[in-house]
């Protein structure tokens, strides 16, 4: 056989050379490519399956708020005004820990849930109802009248068309995610201040349900979320064991003391517990990258 020139052949080997290196990349990036949507799948598989634990979790929790409501406005249609003081907070906590879901529903949200101070600033003072308006009754006034209980007839209407409407709603990571943290905006502004229940000063219970509302969606996410980052992961646990043990210096048997009770360091602690909670919380989003 005819030697070929030696630059011919080193060309040769360089172009076959070329060729095998170029082969090895295609197979390289396809590796890469299938790998990354492999990845991909799976990260959406799990985040679907935290879509529909929560909304099982917030279905469950607006089932018991409804069921809690039909009590609390059967004591006040009772005129038992013991009975209903002892429903209003705890009935509450279903709903707080609900709120990313309740509060979907625009027209819903502000008829069972808003302030008097709310309704104010928007000159809606006149169309006040809710467990506000009633608790206002309870806790100011000290009365049950014939206004009280056709607040409470309402407020139960009201309820019943959320728990109706609930299931038409699609779940999806960015409402829990952004729920989350306006869980703990709820906690930093009303909350701490304590107007959000300014006759009853039952403040704690509201506070306790965000967290856990909160906690939630962190515990749901919590696989991926180690699969991301571990070390954000163990901050936000550690932050919301902060929040939960300052939160427990106030448990009275069931239930928490009164939020007069709690002075303005303690206050200021719990706030900025929470603030300290809600940065690396706010990071969680990582989860669907």
């Not at 104010?120 to 009633?134: L, Q």
């Not at 701490?192 to 704690?204: A, K, N, R």
Request: aromatic share 6%; glycine share 4%; proline share 2%.
């Amino acid at each position: 056989m005819k030697k070929l020139p030696t630059i011919l052949l080193a060309s040769s080997l360089l172009l076959a050379a070329c060729g095998t290196n170029d082969h090895n990349d295609d197979s390289s990036n396809k590796d890469s490519s299938s790998q990354n949507s492999s990845s991909k799948s799976e990260n959406n598989k799990a985040l679907d399956k935290a879509t529909k634990e929560y909304k099982k979790y917030t279905d469950n929790q607006l089932d018991k708020f409804l069921d809690g409501t039909e009590q609390f406005v059967s004591a006040v249609k009772d005129n038992n005004m013991e009975k209903a003081k002892e429903l209003y907070p705890k009935v509450r906590m279903y709903y707080e820990r609900s709120e990313p879901v309740a509060e979907a529903f625009g027209d819903l949200d502000p008829k069972i849930d808003a302030r008097l101070a709310d309704m104010k600033e928007e000159n809606k003072a006149d169309k006040w109802t809710g467990y506000h308006k009633i608790e206002k009754s309870l806790y100011q006034d000290n009365k049950i009248d014939e206004t009280t209980k056709k607040d409470a007839d309402q407020l139960l209407k009201d309820a019943k068309e959320l728990d109706a409407k609930v299931d038409t709603l699609d779940i999806t990571p960015k409402l829990m995610l952004q729920g989350s943290v306006d869980l703990l905006n709820e906690v930093s502004t009303s909350k701490i201040t304590g107007e959000e229940e300014i006759y009853s000063h039952t403040d704690l219970y509201d506070f306790k349900a965000n967290i856990e509302g909160a906690q939630k969606i962190y515990e749901l996410f919590k696989p991926e979320l180690e699969k991301k980052d571990k070390n954000l992961s163990k901050d936000i646990q550690k932050n919301f064991d902060k929040v939960n043990s300052l939160l427990d210096k106030y448990k009275d048997g069931d239930g928490y003391k009164d939020y007069s009770a709690v002075t303005k360091e303690d206050r200021k602690a719990l706030s900025d517990a929470v603030n300290s909670l809600g940065e690396p919380l706010s990071k969680m989003a990582v989860v669907k990258e």
